[in-house]
């Protein structure tokens, strides 16, 4: 399948598209030993070779991962303090391929992407984009209606004033969509009110629900899956 030369330099980890761009049109780039300066241009990761600055790209194909993450892991690749993180879930071979979209802290679980597809990775964290992420959350007790008014409305965090944000509720439990992703938001959302979150578990991002898939379990998916 061919991609645009830009998209193949950017998933190799050499540049940002923008910079892939620029040594493109800088003359810096070979596909089977000819020069090529021209944006636009498409070819083949399975049967292309493709050199920057004198040197063979290793062309990767794109792959998408849908996890469960379990609590009391962490989301990066090693922890200091050697505690079990989601490369630990993973095969061997992928380790040091993908990497996870955002991060889910220690005592949260649920759904995580993990990825090699930079152009992903940028769309779904980029502030702008606002792309929805539903969260599970269970308090210590129910949620009064003022306060659910008041996080729907907006509140202020760290000195900076979340989005609007859509709540739903049952019981103690309580279902919440942000459009954002501020370090530890949810938590510290109910934390402000007096609230105390004993599970959180985000269940969805865009259309990617994370469903049946038990806990510590991935599977592969496909792009159009996310977005």
Do not use: C
Request: proline fraction near 3%; charge should be positive.
């Amino acid at each position: 399948m061919q991609e645009r030369l830009q998209k193949i330099i950017s998933q190799a980890g050499l540049a940002s598209r923008r910079h892939a761009e620029e040594l493109i049109t800088s003359g810096r780039v070979k596909v089977n030993g000819h020069i090529i300066t021209k944006l636009g241009t498409k070819v083949d990761p399975d049967k292309d070779l493709v050199e920057v600055n004198g040197k063979k790209i290793a062309l990767q194909k794109l792959v998408y991962l849908v996890m469960n993450k379990p609590r009391k892991y962490m989301t990066t690749r090693t922890d200091p303090e050697r505690r079990k993180t989601v490369y630990d879930l993973i095969p061997a071979n992928l380790k040091n391929v993908v990497w996870p979209v955002g991060r889910l802290d220690y005592y949260t679980e649920g759904l995580l992407i993990l990825t090699n597809d930079g152009e992903l990775t940028q769309l779904l964290t980029h502030p702008s984009k606002k792309h929805e992420k539903e969260y599970e959350v269970i308090l210590d007790k129910e949620l009064s209606e003022g306060r659910i008014e008041k996080i729907e409305g907006g509140m202020m965090i760290d000195g900076k004033k979340t989005a609007p944000s859509d709540i739903r509720t049952q019981g103690t439990t309580v279902y919440i969509t942000i459009r954002e992703g501020m370090n530890r938001q949810v938590r510290k959302m109910f934390g402000s009110l007096g609230y105390s979150v004993r599970n959180l578990k985000r269940i969805r991002i865009g259309k990617l629900r994370l469903n049946d898939l038990e806990s510590g379990q991935y599977k592969f998916i496909t792009k159009k899956d996310i977005i």
